[in-house]
């Protein structure tokens, strides 16, 4: 491609609705909600199992 | 769906079906806009030109990052409850204006919750949860802190339950740091993954709402509390999390006073209230749309110097984050996430507290009203027919039901102005990618 550049292309997804993530709410906002700032609970468990055992 | 928007300067297309994020300049904007059947004048550009352009926008569709079909991944229905928003205390040592909570009462008599509820509050939630390990609860008020003892033993009793059963709590406090002495301070960083720091900026700013019980600004009472509690936290997670009302509509200061005075895990939300003077109306929404384009300015700026701090909404997560199913399934409260009041009634959350409409039960009881949690579990993105043609209808899911259902009556109808502000949030946020992804790759 010449003259649009690529930034973010979302990576193939291993896993989805195992529930594992956060509830919303637990994050800062408690009145704007906004899933997708939020981690995946398991792919962060998988890259960082010390971490999150 | 295809997004397409300036942003300081740049030019964006962000295709909501794959999340991909393009950056273009402005006559690819103008083309695609045009291809869109939106107003924009392509006359200028040269068949040549076009042409070259159209070979790019070819090979994006090919390669599944334009135009991109739309997710068919329907929602988590799961029966599991895996939080709980405990109201430890229902009552506040401070009087904040724009308060949801009633200034810590909820609209009935000042209670803190007994130890016995607590406890009823764990088992409930342990014995709710389902195949779900880890378990999480947030220490609400009113001011939690005020009943500090009873905090202190639900977590000791949560972690031995747990312990029990091979789950894990995961605990966040929310407070406004007036109590939050040395001890406290200590319990909150062994025992807390998350706390959550009420805050609101510039001493002007805050004093101006967040006033004590005999009507005085209480900053002065907060901030070195704050300050202590932060110095001590190390990487852990902690948010300072201030609101910002009709009266700072230049709130990018109060986030550059709040990260040089050395917190670098910042949330200021807009308010949520119909209070004349500090309500958030559309008039507003040209002011704060600048003021977001200024903080973004700012944090980059402050990013290249050297001295970045994360701002909560500035964190969107295109490549990874969470799946599409827990993005189309909006915030689980009523179903998955409840709230606990002190005398152990159960609501769908936080917001909904004390509205005998949404009482759903008690942890005395231990069943759920099926009605209402059926109401809670059905709603989510597809039931929300206003997020149909929105490009952040994945980031946010379709907003605060709560909110939606305060302002318009129902939890499936969004409210515009919130909307609003989080579109504008988000193209900050994609233009800050942007600009940081460059950076890295510039070494």
């Known amino acids: 491609m010449n003259k649009i550049q690529t930034i973010a292309r979302p990576a193939e997804k291993k896993v989805t609705g195992c529930g594992e993530c956060r509830s919303t709410c637990q994050s800062a906002c408690k009145t704007s909600c906004t899933v997708g700032n939020q981690s995946c609970e398991r792919i962060s468990r998988e890259n960082d199992p010390e971490k999150n055992n | 769906m295809v997004h397409v928007f300036e942003c300081r300067g740049h030019y964006y297309i962000f295709d909501t079906g794959s999340s991909a994020l393009h950056e273009c300049d402005e006559k690819a904007a103008r083309l695609l806009r045009a291809r869109m059947g939106e107003d924009a004048d ?8 076009r042409k070259a352009y159209e070979e790019d926008f070819a090979e994006l569709e090919q390669g599944g990052l334009l135009f991109a079909p739309e997710t068919a991944v329907r929602p988590v229905k799961s029966n599991e409850v895996k939080a709980l928003c405990l ?13 949801f909570a009633d200034e810590g009462a909820y609209h009935s008599r000042r209670e803190f919750m007994s130890l016995e509820t607590a406890k009823k509050a764990i088992d409930f939630l342990i014995a709710n949860s389902g195949n779900r390990r880890v378990l999480e609860t947030d220490f609400f008020g009113g001011e939690p802190l005020m009943n500090f003892d009873v905090v202190k033993q639900t977590v000791y009793y949560a972690k031995e339950e747990a312990s029990k059963r091979g789950k894990e709590f995961r605990f966040t406090l929310t407070t406004n740091g007036l109590l939050l002495k040395d001890d406290v301070a200590k ?17 002007e700013v805050h004093d101006v709402v967040r006033k004590t019980a005999n009507g005085k600004g209480s900053f002065d009472l907060v901030i070195e509390n704050l300050k202590n509690f932060v110095s001590i936290r190390g990487d852990k997670s902690y948010y300072v999390r201030g609101t910002f009302t009709a009266k700072n509509l230049d709130f990018s200061k109060d986030v550059l006073f709040l990260a040089d005075s050395g917190f670098d895990s910042i949330s200021l939300e807009p308010v949520v209230t119909d209070i004349e003077d ?25 990013m290249a110097e050297g001295k970045g701090f994360n701002f909560f909404h500035f964190n969107v997560d295109l490549e990874g984050g969470p799946c599409l199913a827990k993005r189309v399934s909006a915030c689980g409260a009523g179903n998955e996430y409840l709230s606990v009041v002190p ?5 769908p959350c936080h917001q909904f507290a004390g509205d005998s409409e949404f009482r759903m039960g008690s942890v005395y009881e231990g069943t759920l009203d099926a009605a209402i949690r059926e109401k809670f579990r059905d709603s989510c993105l597809f039931t929300r027919k206003k997020c149909e043609g929105c490009f952040a209808k994945y980031i946010c899911s379709g907003g605060c039901s709560a909110n939606n259902y305060h302002f318009n009556g129902s939890i499936d109808e969004p409210y515009e102005i919130t909307c609003e502000m989080m579109r504008k949030r988000t193209e900050d946020a994609m233009h800050i990618l942007a600009e940081r992804k460059k950076r890295e790759k510039r070494g």
Do not use: Q, W
Not at chain 2, 87 to 99: E, P
Not at chain 2, 187 to 199: C, I, T
């Open chain 2, 42 to 49: 392509t006359s200028d550009i040269s068949a040549e030109e």
């Open chain 2, 278 to 302: 500090l309500a958030i109306g559309k008039e507003h929404l040209p002011a704060i749309a600048d003021e977001y384009d200024r903080l973004c300015d700012a944090y980059l700026s402050r």
């Open chain 2, 343 to 347: 005398n152990g009634d159960i609501y």
């Open chain 2, 187 to 203: 319990f909150l960083n062994e025992e807390m993954d998350n706390v959550v720091l009420s805050l609101d900026g510039r001493k």
């Open chain 2, 87 to 99: 109201h430890i205390c229902h009552d506040c040592n401070l009087r904040c204006r724009y308060c």
